[in-house]
């Protein structure tokens, strides 16, 4: 089988699967494994680099709105593949090459590769694309598997923060930070599995555009830097900039995350922010540690 995935999630799941050998093309996003990063490339995206978060947004709603695409789609390169299967996401414009691009991208190239489509909004579909990409790829088992260990993990996060009872730290997650953002999808799940009660976003819902006086009604005791796309060193430049910039409630702890690997990417790493949250709010958690006003813990 020849395999081309169009999401950078999709690819780590295929080479956890063991069908890396298989995997022929994938983004310019598709960093894990490093080994990924050997395939053809055949999408690329719109946006200039160096745009700071409040003119990527801006970016962004201005090629929604004229109906321009964030991505390109290199068919030569995906006709010189000769692909059996096509990854690809119908979830978020704004996440990888639509569906419908692809599906028009065959169609020219008279390919008549098979196009398998994810679109999770919670972790329970997150977990079942692994398994419908082990059937894809004829690897059930070690799909099966897979799972079971992530499932294994989550069940040992759940007894860690059981005894907490009512008493959980409020959690605010920025899914972006210029203009803010409050979670939906799979993120507000995590905060809840992490011990935590996500007091803005709802889970397997978009995420939501809000103001920072939303942020302060929410009276949370600890923020999450989140940013989709970034990883933790800019995630956290990020947060120092919040900090100094004083628009966080006051008191609130700070932590920054890395939102390409943990959070954003509907992959098996989302377990790891689970459990790097879980640490978090256990040993930061503002009724047993009192922190001096927006400090990263």
Request: hydrophobic letters at 45%.
């Amino acid at each position: 089988m020849r395999i081309v995935s169009l999401l950078p999630s999709t690819t780590e799941i295929l080479f956890a699967l063991g069908a890396g050998p298989e995997v022929v093309g994938v983004t310019f996003e598709c960093d894990t494994p490093a080994e990924a990063r050997t395939r053809t490339i055949v999408s690329t995206t719109t946006m200039p680099e160096g745009l700071t978060p409040a003119e990527i947004d801006a970016f962004v709603v201005a090629a929604v709105a004229s109906g321009e695409d964030l991505y390109r789609l290199d068919a030569g390169a995906l006709a010189g593949l000769d692909a059996d299967l096509v990854v690809t996401q119908d979830l978020c414009a704004v996440c990888a090459v639509d569906v419908s691009v692809v599906d028009d991208a065959l169609r020219h190239l008279g390919c008549t590769a098979e196009v398998l489509t994810f679109d999770p909004h919670t972790l329970e579909e997150v977990l079942a694309s692994v398994e419908a990409l082990g059937v894809a790829t004829r690897r059930t088992t070690q799909a099966e598997a897979l799972v079971a260990s992530l499932r294994a993990r989550l069940e040992v996060v759940a007894a860690s923060v059981a005894g907490r009872g009512s008493d959980r730290p409020r959690v605010v997650v920025l899914e972006w930070t210029d203009p803010p953002y409050a979670p939906g999808h799979w993120i507000p799940e995590m905060v809840e599995l992490a011990g935590g009660e996500c007091v803005l976003g709802t889970a397997g819902a978009k995420s939501e555009r809000v103001l920072w006086e939303t942020v302060h009604a929410a009276r949370p005791d600890v923020v999450v830097v989140a940013p989709c796309g970034f990883d933790r060193p800019a995630s956290q430049r990020i947060a120092d900039e919040l900090i100094a910039s004083g628009v966080l409630p006051p008191g609130v702890i700070v932590h920054a995350v890395d939102a390409n690997a943990h959070w954003a990417r509907p992959g098996p790493r989302l377990v790891d922010g689970v459990e790097e949250l879980a640490a978090v709010l256990a040993s930061q958690s503002p009724t047993q540690n009192p922190r001096p006003p927006n400090q990263s813990p």
